[in-house]
């Protein structure tokens, strides 16, 4: 956590997230009762960019998304809290209306993910999913999410939530299942959609 250059230091805040969830699972292992379950999300950083034609020469536009931990872990007295953060950062969540008034976007869905929370005697809260659709022929996307290997851990025999997915196209015969981290280009009409983890669980289910 002290990187030297040239070490790249780029989705600074995944790396900060997963340290503050090792040091809670530290702590987990000294005072069980008194420590959540691990918070869920990606730690999704999403950036979509181009260039929109119109009477005047082309207006280029940049829109900048972070989710950072969207649910609660379970606790030893209650269930986790869906799309809740955590309160290791603090990022405000921008309405789907102003987004589409503002960007060649459209938001298609965003909503919570069935069965995407950790069992446990009590349950961690539940994962989200977010779907945009592009409005322009040229799309630059760049993607920084984490969670696709090791869901958020459980405590005291709390299940893990689920892994994230990243995709593009879903459901369709061109889908592309992504890497947490990648950067492409789409066109008019791709959808990108990311399926949150949801959070660890607490106890045995």
Sequence with gaps: V???PPAPVAARGLSLVRIS????????????????????GAE???S???????????????????????A?????????????????LSVANAPAEVLEAEQPLKLTQYSFLEDSEGAGQFRGGLGLVREWETLTEDTVL???????????????GGHSGKL???????????????????????????RLRIAW?????WGNP
Excluded: C
């Design 164 to 190: 994230a997915e990243v995709a593009i196209n879903p459901g369709a015969p061109d889908e592309r299942l992504m890497p947490s981290k990648f950067l492409t280009n789409l066109t008019q009409g791709d």
């Design 48 to 70: 979509l960019a181009g260039y929109t034609k119109g009477k005047t020469p082309w207006r280029p536009w940049v829109h900048v998304e972070f989710h950072v931990e969207q």
């Design 142 to 156: 760049q993607v920084r999410s984490d969670r696709a290997k090791h869901g958020p851990y459980g405590l005291n």
């Design 21 to 40: 969830q090792s040091v809670f699972g530290s702590f987990a292992k000294m005072i069980p009762d008194h420590i959540p379950a691990s918070s869920g």
């Design 44 to 46: 999704v950083g999403v």
């Design 72 to 88: 609660r872990g379970a606790a030893s007295s209650h269930d986790g809290l869906d799309a809740h953060f955590s309160g290791i």
């Design 2 to 4: 002290n990187p030297r």
């Design 197 to 201: 983890s949801g959070a660890g669980g």
